[in-house]
DNA sequence: CTGTTAGCGCCTTCAG
DNA sequence: CTGAAGGCGCTAACAG
């Protein structure tokens, strides 16, 4: 089975390879009808397929974006690719999609197998880990974009939540209701990773506006496979919280663990809040309330920008875009 | 800022081409120690990076591998990409994943798309709808294997599940429970799809066991929007069913939206088990029974068949590889 | 041990 | 309108 290439089809329409070069590109002016019909029909018999990756060669260009992921197993992350992808699709573009486990290692070698791999953009929820390495990918202009967490003193385009704003929209919504002693739980802060940091700072803040008074050990964070301990430590203190608003997907999870194990109630026992939307809070008993964020449109402006990169559009506007969060009201607070 | 390229690291370092690639390869046995210091120092210096395409084209290899599915959407889909993706990525390979979205037509675009940019195999969930493509690809020995889901009288390697065992785990488990009156929903089956048909041929196998009459009007198939009507069907029958087994995990989030809608019980209401693991199984009130996929197993074996392929091992073996399912008794039934 | 030489498959001037 | 020629960046003989 030996491929079949340019060089066979124009032998088999007795023109030269240029020409069905041409015809490849849609360049029909430069060839006769007769020609092109030729040519068309020796493609169809031959079932010719150009080889993309000699085009690339020539071209510079792959078509092809990296999308790195932090962790792929939020479904934040998710929801994100899906949105990413269709948009690229619609362009022309495949994705090829890494998750860096929020290891800085892991993500240094995706960045550099993407790059080798020539692919035209990347877009990536950084891991912090490799900031010299992010800046010389910007000094290089090599076209990327971050998402979901911002990177100090890096002149790079990011698209995130506006974290303190989610915070906040749950802490009114859990005062609204008449709770004081609430806390927050989160996965671990040690790298400093912003929506994170971002997600407390707001909690503190819409505590204060309210002037309740912050307790730090209603603040909890933990690596995901120590928060069911979090947990523990919340509620055997001597005044747990009636209210938690868990920071992302998993660690609502753990926090519905929790509460089912215990055989607490939500809300008489526990209020809750999530940030992120969880496939089952709608017909979860109760169903749960959640903070959601704007999938579809951070990606497509992601997307958006990339694209801009890309075709080296300059665009004068801010660097770092945050987008807004919802809150969706059910049973749950 | 220009590409800098094997030429400009020989001229740096003052050796040929040829001698960069061999270090580039680690071919070291072909150079002095010292040319070898010098290399590295000007690859270091000049921070060069090798370019894949250039390679790929030379060596008709991309270290790519495509993933098709056939719905994403599907909880399975993801932990089976998450679990390719992960054995690909120890052997150095990336994939691209693309979803089909139950389109022909899109999976036909993705196949010549992921073949022209000449990944070295693809790992496919077919839609069954391009018979005379998969056969194309077969004849031309082109590695890919099938997954999910098999097409008749093709000889193409395929993964799937125990599908009648799985549906006879289930209903065993209803019919233990002391529950006759057992429908099955599943989504729809117009294309054929076979493990849909052969879930519910394992239904039909197991009450015909346990000579429990077959009730047509038990057996629900439906597009994912037009589930809730199909449940509304059943439950305002003369007789409504007091078990459900809901065929995949968008059919459970269905039927459970359905059932809390209705405000019924689980189980004493209405029993229900799931084909297939979701994540909130354990920690939904009642806690879900569900049958549950080897997703792991499946991939390394899909990953495994296809390495062999492309390596050109040849295996005798048979070409259909059912696994086992396994049954998760919590507290729906 | 190192350099020279041909391509891989395609695209792109540039003559004819 | 069509063809010849060169080159993208890298690899792999094959000489030296």
Redesign the interface.
């Known amino acids: ?1 030996k ?1 079949i290439t340019i060089g066979d089809v124009a032998k088999h329409a007795n023109v030269s390879k240029s020409t069905v070069s041409q015809y490849l590109n849609k360049r029909y002016e430069y060839m006769s009808e007769r020609t092109r019909e030729r040519v068309a029909a020796s493609i169809e018999e031959l ?1 010719y ?6 085009r ?2 020539k071209q510079k260009s ?1 078509f ?1 974006i990296g999308v790195i992921v932090a962790n ?1 197993l939020h479904s934040f992350s ?1 929801q994100i690719i ?1 949105a990413i ?1 269709n948009k690229f699709h619609e362009q022309g573009f ?6 860096a486990d929020d290891e800085p290692d892991k993500e240094k070698d995706y960045i ?2 993407l ?4 692919v035209d953009g990347i877009i990536i929820f950084p891991t912090g880990g490799n900031v010299s390495l992010y800046e ?1 990918m910007k000094k ?2 090599f076209p990327i974009v971050f998402m979901d967490r911002t990177i100090e003193d890096i002149a790079i385009e990011t698209v995130v939540l506006d974290n303190d704003r989610a915070a906040q929209l749950a802490i009114d919504q859990f005062v609204e209701n008449g709770y004081r002693k609430i806390a927050i739980v989160t996965t671990s802060i040690i790298r400093n990773i912003s929506p994170r940091l971002e997600r407390i700072q707001g909690y503190k803040n819409a505590l204060e506006r309210h002037q309740i008074q912050v307790n730090p050990a209603y603040i909890k964070t933990a690596e995901p496979d120590m928060l069911y301990q979090s947990l523990e430590e919340l509620f055997v203190s001597e005044e747990p919280p009636q209210a938690i608003l868990a920071a992302n997907d998993i660690v609502l ?1 753990e926090v ?2 929790y ?2 194990k215990h055989d607490m109630k939500i809300p008489e026992d526990i209020a809750v809040i999530g940030i992120d939307e ?3 809070a ?4 109760p ?1 749960l309330t959640t903070i959601s964020q704007p999938t579809i449109e951070m990606a497509h402006l992601a997307v958006k920008l990339l694209t801009n990169q890309i075709n080296k559009e300059e665009t004068g506007k801010p660097s770092v875009y945050r987008l807004q969060p919802t809150l969706i009201q059910r049973g749950s607070c």
């Open positions: 089975m491929k079932d397929r150009p080889n993309i990756v000699a690339s060669l792959t092809t792929i998710t899906r992808e495949h994705i090829i999609v890494c998750n550099e197998m790059m080798a791999k020539q010389q290089s202009a999870m519905l663990k509460i089912k969880v496939p089952f709608s017909f979860y008993t169903s």
